[in-house]
């Protein structure tokens, strides 16, 4: 069975980072190791105040040391929403010391949506968030997260040639792969462009927009791909299904959109994910 290790927070409630990654990730047939990165008592965007906060940075090196001893193996490493820049740092020590030659390295730099920085970050921790980026296979921000990395102003209108130059640049930062997700390159159209460096090429996958700002999209998405990279699809088909399982899931709480403002309503969609990967899982040695 593939293994992925995914590192970011839980937050209690508000259906984000690791209570969305466990059972997406394992629901596609791959096994999953976390390590959380803090507990927050709600997620930190638009809706939420006065959360409580725990870092547990401090747990971190106890837990990769004994994983070592363990002689632990990770076909995917996948971080998302971290809490500070020393964070930052321990996890890129982390990358390193259980990086394999066949380990895929997925970062989703997690740090804000709809043109506004979350909640706790500042210049400081973009800068650390740039370093780690440089350090991935691959990197999948939205398009707020991509004008932070970059140094420039958010724009909501870019069109494909802009996207293009977005993600060549996004690469230069170091990584392999970048994708943008929640790309729109018109009011029509919306899903996700990925660049590949080496081959230069690129893949995208775009169906019917749907308008809104839903929270935590980011999160499935990034668990998607990562899940079906682990799996052993290509990146067209990785990213296809990262899309429409995206779209699934927003489709799935339109009805029930003022009750779940938080989130959106994944569970009823993950039998149809399962099935998706059924084929993949069978093919493991
Ligand atoms: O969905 C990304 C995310 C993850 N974790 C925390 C967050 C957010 C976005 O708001 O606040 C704690």
């Known amino acids: 069975m593939k293994r992925l290790l995914t590192i970011q927070d839980i937050s209690c409630f508000g259906k984000c980072s690791l209570t969305v990654a466990l059972p997406v990730i394992s629901a596609m047939g791959v096994e999953t190791a976390v390590i959380p990165t803090a507990v927050l008592s709600t997620h930190t965007g638009s809706g939420f105040s006065g ?17 070592k001893k363990l002689g632990l193996h990770f076909d995917t490493i996948y971080t998302g929403y971290l809490g500070s820049v020393e964070q930052v740092d321990i996890i890129k020590r982390l990358i390193d010391d259980f990086r394999t030659e066949d380990t895929f390295v997925v970062v989703d730099p997690v740090m804000g949506d709809g043109g506004r920085m979350y909640a706790g970050f500042d210049n400081r921790f973009i800068t650390a968030m740039r370093s780690l980026c440089a350090v991935a296979d691959c990197i999948l921000p939205n398009a707020t997260e991509t004008a932070l990395l ?73 668990s998607v791909f990562s899940g079906g990279m682990t799996l052993g699809m290509d990146i067209q088909k990785a990213l296809d299904l990262a899309v429409s399982f995206t779209r699934q899931c927003i489709e799935s709480t339109l009805p029930v959109r003022e009750d779940h403002w938080y989130s959106v309503r994944f569970e009823p969609c993950l039998g149809t994910l399962a099935d998706a990967c059924r084929e993949y899982v069978g093919e493991q040695s």
């Open 150 to 222: 970059l140094g420039e102003n958010y724009r909501n209108d870019l069109d494909l040639e802009e996207i293009q130059d977005r993600l060549r640049r996004l690469t230069a930062l170091g990584s392999r792969m970048a994708i943008m997700t929640g790309a729109s390159p018109d009011k029509q159209h919306n899903g996700a462009m990925a660049y590949i460096a080496d081959e230069d090429r690129f893949v995208t996958s775009f169906g019917r927009n749907i308008s809104g700002s839903y929270h935590s999209t980011g999160d499935i998405f990034s």
């Open 51 to 67: 959360y409580t906060f725990r870092d547990l940075t401090d747990d971190i090196a106890g837990i990769t040391a004994h994983w």
